[in-house]
């Protein structure tokens, strides 16, 4: 098949390490061959990427233009903003600081997008631990993966923006696509999601194009997840508070969702713990 002009984005905030990955794959991929943009976004103030950068730029293909931007305003949906304001094609491949592909990650992304055209195509999150990494294992590569139970296809499921491949001319409208008001928390992604869902559009799953993920060992802990997991349940309840008219039934609907899932779910900690389950 003939692929299209694309676009690659990563957002990047202090991890030049995680940066040098992510982009050294993206130079790996089979991709390279058709060429593609490629956008850093540096989200730190005082723009801490700029040394790792300049060594990308050295060993750039020299068929991905690399475009660098500095977002001194902390906030992901910040970053992602900024990026999109230089992109100058409809698709748009989003690959996180903390994230690396296999060298066929873009020609599987690409290929599902063609055989099931939708808005936003998601791919699984792989979780790759450090080996020293031996308490609650399989929680922490559980927790921080996307591999729903899906098959290559359609899905009334929406996912993060970490590995996804966004069509712009499937969706109105017009920018700023990602939610700063959503910055702090989370789910900035949320807002377009929902532009999607209401002017009938869908989403699509191409499992055969994972990603591994690396998460930081300062997240590699029960207090960190239970923190991200409260955060993500902040997410309907925001985005029916911050509607116009607020959405006050949705927001009494996700309240007492996320009370019902607190007491049932501390019930299972409780009982598990008090055997020492592993789960």
């Not at 906030?75 to 994230?99: P, Y």
Request: aromatic residues 10%.
């Amino acid at each position: 098949m003939t692929f299209p002009d694309l676009t690659v984005v990563v957002p990047t905030f202090n991890r030049p390490d995680g940066l040098t990955k992510a982009v050294l794959s993206l130079f790996a991929q089979r991709y390279v061959k058709t060429g593609f943009t490629l956008i850093i976004v540096d989200n730190a103030p005082d723009n801490s990427a700029l040394q790792a950068i300049e060594t990308l730029r050295k060993v750039c293909p020299q068929t991905i233009t690399l475009i660098a931007l500095h977002e001194p305003n902390a906030g992901v949906a910040n970053a992602r903003n900024k990026a999109m304001g230089a992109v100058a094609t409809d698709l748009v491949a989003f690959l996180d600081d903390d994230q690396s592909a296999p060298d066929d990650w873009l020609e599987r992304i690409l290929e599902n997008h063609a055989r099931f055209p939708a808005p936003v195509t998601f791919g699984p999150v792989v979780t790759a631990l450090p080996e020293t990494q031996k308490r609650h294992r399989a929680y922490f590569s559980s927790f921080f993966a996307r591999e729903p139970d899906l098959k290559s296809g359609y899905t009334e499921r929406s996912f993060g923006c970490g590995n996804a491949l966004i069509d712009f001319s499937m969706i109105p409208g017009k920018g700023p696509w990602f939610d700063v008001l959503m910055n702090e928390i989370g789910g900035e992604d949320d807002m377009l999601f929902e532009r999607i869902r209401d002017s009938g559009g869908q989403f699509a799953w191409a499992a055969n194009a994972p990603v591994l993920e690396y998460p930081l060992p300062s997240r590699i802990s029960l207090s960190y997840t239970l923190r991200r997991a409260f955060s993500y349940g902040q997410g309907p309840v925001t985005l029916a508070r911050i509607a116009t008219p607020q959405r006050r039934l949705d927001m009494l609907k996700w309240m007492a969702i996320g009370a019902g899932k607190a007491v049932w779910h501390g019930f299972q900690w409780f009982a598990l713990s008090l055997i020492r389950h592993p789960n």
